[in-house]
C-alpha cells in the first residue's frame, strides 16, 4: 500500500515531494516549471533520485505481500516521481503508459523486464540495481520479480496521471497510441488522481 506521509506543498504550489526527500537538490531537478519532460530527462532524474537519495529513499521503501508497495516521491504539472517494491513473484499485467514518456531505475534487487514497440518482436531483459532506462510512447512492457530476493525502483513519467492501458498480451498492443490529453490538469487534480490511482 501507499505509505502515509503528510503531503508537503512548497513553492506556491507548484510542486509535492515527500517530505523524507524534500531538499534543495530535489527541488532543483524536479523542475517545477517544466511541463514535458524527455525519455532522456526522465532517465537522468530517476537515476539522479536513485543514486544521490538513497539514504532517503532506504527511509520510505516498504514491503507488502498483499499488493505491490509503492510511495510517491514527487508531483508536479509535468512529471510523476514514485518509489516502488517488489516481492518476489510480484509483478504487473502487460501494459503501455497511455502515450507518456517513462522511466525506471532499479534501485536494489532485479527485476525482469518483457517489453515491445508496435510491429516489434518481444524482447527481454534483466534490470539489475543501477540500471537506468527512458522511453518514449508506444512501448509495452510487464515487469515482474522472478528472482529470490526483493527489489526497489524508482518511476517517472510525463505528462503524469495519463491512464496506462493493459493488454492480455504483449502481442495484442496496437500500432497507434491514443493522443495525450489536450489539456493538462492543475496540480491539484493531479493530486487527486495520484492519491486515487497511484503509478
Ligand atoms: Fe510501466
Known amino acids: 500500500m501507499t505509505s502515509t506521509f503528510a503531503e508537503h506543498i512548497s513553492g506556491q504550489d507548484q510542486f509535492d515531494l515527500h517530505p523524507a526527500l524534500d531538499s534543495r537538490l530535489l527541488r532543483d531537478v524536479i523542475h517545477p516549471s517544466r511541463s514535458l519532460w524527455t525519455p532522456r530527462e526522465l532517465r537522468d532524474l530517476t537515476?539522479?533520485?536513485?543514486?544521490?537519495?538513497?539514504?532517503?529513499?532506504?527511509?520510505?521503501?516498504?514491503y507488502s505481500a498483499d499488493r505491490r508497495w509503492w510511495a510517491r516521491l514527487g508531483l508536479t504539472e509535468g512529471v510523476e516521481l514514485w518509489l516502488l517494491s517488489w516481492l518476489p513473484g510480484q509483478g504487473t499485467e502487460p501494459h503501455d503508459h497511455g502515450g507518456s514518456a517513462g522511466s525506471f531505475t532499479v534501485l536494489s534487487g532485479s527485476l525482469r523486464e518483457d517489453y515491445r514497440y508496435p510491429a516489434g518482436p518481444i524482447r527481454s531483459a534483466v534490470r539489475t540495481t543501477g540500471d537506468a532506462l527512458g522511453f518514449g510512447s508506444g512501448r509495452a512492457h510487464q515487469v515482474l520479480n522472478p528472482f529470490d530476493g526483493p527489489a526497489a525502483t524508482v518511476h517517472a513519467y510525463s505528462p503524469p496521471l495519463v491512464p496506462t492501458r493493459e493488454y492480455a498480451s504483449l502481442l495484442d498492443i496496437p500500432d497507434s497510441i491514443p493522443p495525450l490529453p489536450a489539456h493538462r490538469l492543475p496540480l491539484s487534480e493531479l493530486r487527486r488522481l495520484a492519491d486515487q490511482e497511484g503509478p
Open 47 to 62: 537515476s539522479f533520485v536513485a543514486s544521490e537519495l538513497t539514504t532517503g529513499l532506504l527511509s520510505i521503501l516498504e
